[in-house]
């Protein structure tokens, strides 16, 4: 990796180390609190809620700045900030409203940054793999540890576990505040109106939205699902960290798999990857062995999946429209597809069908996220 590259695979690592402990365990902390299914489905749906309103908006203060870099690194300590008040906070109410706030700027922050990360990159996007990886090596590191120092430390003291690596991210963004904004795109491009109009570009945001919709349970319950089914939170952390080690792997191999292959087809394939997931894990969560299975497909669940969507943004936004087209991502999968999926599943694990319910409308969504791709590519 080139040395001016380090920085970037720097901040990937603790921005998705400190997710690491966000995501599957911040579920569990509500719980131990003693809130019910609908406060934490709450507390998710407003985390992806804040996807919609957080990226344009910050796109809108870092496009219009010579020194974007600068808000980068403010952006981070408010996320540092923000997260400061669950050290404080336990009823509903205040942990929605600091929930509110802190996912405002954590989500501001990452569309900015892949858009700084694909301008460093210039004519070699497909080495972006090679970068994001470093953050699936910090969410394994973190992910894995974190059920079991949960069991001998308590879930209540989630926050404090949590806050040290928040203090790293906003550290490592320190180096990029003097990051530049893109070159600007070809003038054949900026003259070819709204992006969002070309050919696939919708369909293909539609499909980034069903997907993050089927998303919704694990990213919700995926730790509650398990910890019901009778596993520990060793057990739990163990099969986090196997779905991100295979994910790592695949990252590195993602540039060739694209070169190969294509993008196109190999979303297809993920795709249909993830049905076969979501729909062995609501009906096999109670066994150890079938879960490890279920989980090595996160490879192409995320790793692969992710991969080709950056490739393809890349295309369909060059140049200075990276950033709004990565707010544009952001809003529409992360964003709606978030707060619909952690809906879905809040409502599902409320309900008689608990977690299996879940896991199975996690694979109905994911179905017809495949069937809206293919029917792009038989026309």
């Known amino acids: 990796m080139h040395a001016s590259l380090r920085p970037f695979a720097v901040f990937y690592f603790w921005y998705y180390a400190a997710l690491g402990a966000y995501t599957p365990y911040v579920g569990r902390w509500v719980d131990a609190l003693g809130h ?3 406060v934490v489905g709450a507390m998710l749906g407003l985390w992806y809620g804040t996807r919609i309103i957080a990226p344009p908006a910050w796109a809108a203060l870092t496009g219009r700045s010579a020194r974007p870099g600068e808000w980068f690194v403010a952006g981070c300590v408010a996320t540092l900030l923000c997260f400061c008040g669950f050290l404080v906070t336990r009823e509903a109410w205040a942990l929605l409203g600091v929930m509110a706030a802190f996912g405002l700027f954590y989500n501001a922050v990452m569309p900015q940054f892949e858009a700084m990360t694909l301008a460093a990159l210039g004519p070699a996007p497909e080495q972006y793999g090679r970068l994001r990886v470093w953050g699936s090596v910090g969410f394994l590191l973190v992910a894995g540890s974190y059920g079991a120092l949960m069991d001998r430390v308590g879930a209540e003291n989630f926050p404090w576990l949590t806050l040290p690596l928040f203090v790293a991210m906003a550290i490592a963004a320190w180096p990029h505040r003097r990051d530049r904004p ?12 709204h992006l969002f109009k070309r050919p696939g570009v919708r ?19 995926y730790t509650l699902h398990l910890q019901a089914a009778g596993h520990s939170g060793a057990a739990i952390g163990a099969l986090w960290a196997l779905g991100v ?7 590195w191999q993602a540039p060739r798999l694209i070169a190969r292959f294509g993008a196109g087809p190999l979303l297809s394939a993920c795709l249909a990857a993830t049905v076969l997931r979501w729909t062995i894990t609501a009906l096999y969560a109670h066994s150890l062995p079938v879960m490890l299975l ?11 999946f992710h991969a080709c969507c950056m490739r393809l ?9 990276a950033a709004a087209g990565q707010s544009l991502l952001y809003g529409f999968s992360s964003g709606v597809g978030g707060v619909l999926g952690a809906g879905m599943a809040a409502l599902a694990w409320e309900s008689a069908g608990g977690g299996t319910l879940a896991f199975l409308l996690g694979a109905a969504v994911t179905a017809v996220a495949w069937g809206v791709y293919a029917l792009r590519r038989a026309r």
């Open 36 to 38: 019910g299914g609908f």
């Open 182 to 193: 893109p070159e600007q795109a070809p003038a054949t491009v900026g003259e070819a109106g």
């Open 203 to 221: 369909r293909f945001l539609l499909v980034a939205l069903l997907m993050q919709l089927g998303f919704g349970p694990f990213y919700v319950f």
């Open 245 to 251: 080690l295979i994910e790592i792997a695949m990252f």
């Open 294 to 304: 279920a989980q090595t497909t996160h490879a192409l669940s995320f790793a692969v």
């Open 313 to 321: 943004m890349s295309e369909y936004f060059p140049g200075r429209r």
